[in-house]
């Protein structure tokens, strides 16, 4: 079993568009929970960590349910430039912090 | 402030010879990861050094992959030889303390033929 799994997508939606994306884990001891966004041909970028009462960035709503093992991210209003794949990251303390990256889930946005 | 700095952009390179990725971190961070991503298999987590220390390396493929941190500023990944599979952009990326973001570099196309 992958430590950290996704739903590869792709979500293909609408501009305006509420969109919700999922993800599992499989260390229970794992310690902080992150979203990261990553362009076609770039790095990955930090878009929010995840908090376990749930944290809200603008139009992003990050959600951690530790008894499951189980992280979602909410994006209302979709935007075409919100068109990319995010991320889902966990990670947990082996004398320093592994982070380990799930596979991704795409997105696209249409106008 | 500087970022995450890598180089080469791209490497292409032939079946058999040395590759050698180099990595400079946002100074003051104290964690440094490696990672190669491809289509199949996404972002694989290579190896992670902490204090310069490697902690895990469990995600080296083969002994044909190495990697060094000899000082806080500065870390490479060898592979050699070098085969076609290795094709993949390879990232590296460094952090700040417990449960920081990564902050990552624009990453190494290589291409092995």
């Known amino acids: 079993r992958k430590e950290v799994e996704q739903d590869p997508g792709p979500f293909n939606v609408p501009e305006g568009a509420t969109v919700a994306f999922n993800c599992t884990y499989s260390n229970s001891a794992s310690q902080s929970f992150f979203w990261y966004r990553q362009d076609c041909r770039k790095e990955p970028k930090l878009l929010m960590s995840?908090?376990?009462s749930g944290n809200e960035d603008g139009r992003f709503t990050a959600q951690l349910n530790r008894a499951s093992q189980y992280i979602s991210l909410l994006i209302r209003d979709s935007k075409l430039s919100d068109s990319a794949t995010y991320l889902c990251?966990?990670?947990?303390?082996?004398?320093?912090?592994?982070?380990?990256f799930g596979a991704g889930t795409r997105l696209f946005v249409k106008a | 402030d500087a970022g995450v700095i890598q180089s080469p952009r791209h490497e292409v390179t032939e079946m058999g010879q040395e590759v050698t990725l180099r990595c400079k971190p946002i100074?003051?961070?104290?964690?440094l990861f490696w990672y190669r991503q491809t289509m199949m298999r996404g972002l694989e987590l290579l190896i992670y050094f902490n204090n310069n220390v490697p902690i895990d390396d469990s995600g080296m493929p083969e002994d044909r992959f190495s990697a060094k941190m000899p000082n806080a500023s500065f870390s490479t990944l060898k592979i050699q030889p070098s085969e076609p599979r290795d094709s993949a952009v390879y990232f590296c990326?460094?952090?700040?303390?417990?449960?920081?973001?990564?902050?990552f570099g624009s990453g190494t196309q290589l291409s092995v033929l």
């Open positions: 100074s003051g961070h104290n964690s």
């Open positions: 990251v966990v990670s947990f303390n082996t004398g320093g912090f592994k982070t380990i």
């Open positions: 990326a460094s952090s700040w303390g417990a449960n920081e973001k990564l902050f």
């Open positions: 995840v908090y376990s």
